[in-house]
């Protein structure tokens, strides 16, 4: 079987575009290990109250805050694995419902691969198989370089991907094994109590393992016409996303391009033929803004920079366009909790 591959997309991790059900309920698991919301939701601007508003959405770098606090609160090394246990395919909205209709696992599988977009991802999903096993491959879409941010994501969207896929199957559903790039850690046991199958730490790959025959299994609440309907509607969502994505990806090119030129909105909205009013009124209606979207080049630069290079604090900064290098370096703290200094020296 040929693999699947979905297309990928420019990722705004300020943009606040997805419902608040993943942090919801990451709040909750938290709560029940002893970590008062509060302290979970410190520093994401978001109130418990707002976690069951369905007009309340979120963006990634609050869902990464969140994930920070947990790490620093928690007592337990094992919420993001239980917390996945705990999501259903209802909260994924249509999404959701349209992998329930769906007739059968391969047919599910190839529909999230391909509407994968329309939620809060933090990998590009990909199906094979080989020797009569089939492999649902997670691959990152972002760079997280914290590594105990990167193992919390990970661990929560292989449990949640589990749950999802044993809650439409039924109970027939068992893996052969799970891969992971993750290394061993000391909640490994937790790994056998929910996957139930062999755990391979420190792969090359991160990965559900099934028998090619359950591909072919019929789900619970299959249903035709239901799934039609539901594609013709992420269909449209996808569409919607498309649009948006367009610009939002054009300005972001431009300023990889040359973000000294572009450290102001003036010079792209000239680029694009609009004022800076009409530029701004365009980014506002996809839900980002210039400066949101500024701040994820200047970001993902300097960690390059920073990562791959030996250049001084100071150029860094001219680089990205700061006429003053110490606006870039309380950026920097702001994006990741370090300065530019202390994340050079941890690498």
């Known amino acids: 079987m040929d693999q699947v591959h979905p297309k990928q997309a420019h990722i705004d991790i300020d943009e606040k575009s997805h419902p608040a059900y993943k942090i919801g309920l990451l709040t909750q698991v938290s709560k029940d290990h002893g970590v008062s919301p509060q302290k979970v ?156 199958c062999d755990i391979e730490f420190g792969s090359e790959r991160n990965a559900l393992v099934i028998n090619e025959e359950l591909l072919s299994a019929p789900l619970t609440n299959r249903n035709a016409i239901t799934a039609q309907m539901c594609d013709e509607l992420c269909d449209k969502s996808m569409d919607k996303i498309s649009i948006k994505q367009s610009l939002v990806a054009d300005v972001h090119s431009l300023i990889i391009r040359n973000p000294i030129e572009q450290a102001n909105i003036l010079e792209a909205a000239s680029h694009f033929h609009m004022t800076p009013r009409t530029l701004h009124r365009k980014l506002k209606s996809h839900g980002t803004t210039y400066t949101s979207i500024l701040n994820v080049v200047r970001k993902s630069l300097a960690i390059e920079y920073l990562n791959e290079t030996n250049f001084s604090c100071d150029t860094i900064a001219s680089l990205l366009g700061y006429s003053d290098p110490s606006n870039f370096r309380r950026a920097f703290k702001q994006w990741t909790k370090r300065s530019p200094n202390e994340f050079r020296s941890s690498i």
Do not use: W
Request: a negative charge.
């Open 41 to 196: 939701l410190k520093g994401t601007g978001l109130l418990e109250s707002d976690l069951g508003n369905l007009e309340t959405h979120t963006s990634y770098q609050q869902l990464f805050t969140v994930v920070e606090n947990i790490l620093e609160y928690s007592p337990s090394s094992a919420i993001a694995l239980n917390a996945g246990q705990k999501i259903i395919p209802s909260h994924y909205g249509i999404f959701g419902y349209a992998l329930m209709s769906h007739n059968d696992l391969e047919s599910a599988l190839r529909f999230s691969i391909k509407y994968h977009q329309i939620t809060m991802r933090f990998f590009e999903h990909t199906l094979s198989c080989e020797d009569g096993l089939c492999y649902f491959q997670m691959h990152p879409l972002m760079s997280i370089p914290d590594p105990k941010i990167f193992r919390f994501i990970c661990e929560f969207q292989l449990s949640l991907i589990f749950t999802i896929l044993k809650d439409i199957t039924g109970k027939q559903y068992e893996l052969v094994k799970l891969q992971t790039t993750l290394e061993r850690t000391d909640h490994a046991h937790i790994y056998k109590e929910i996957f139930n």
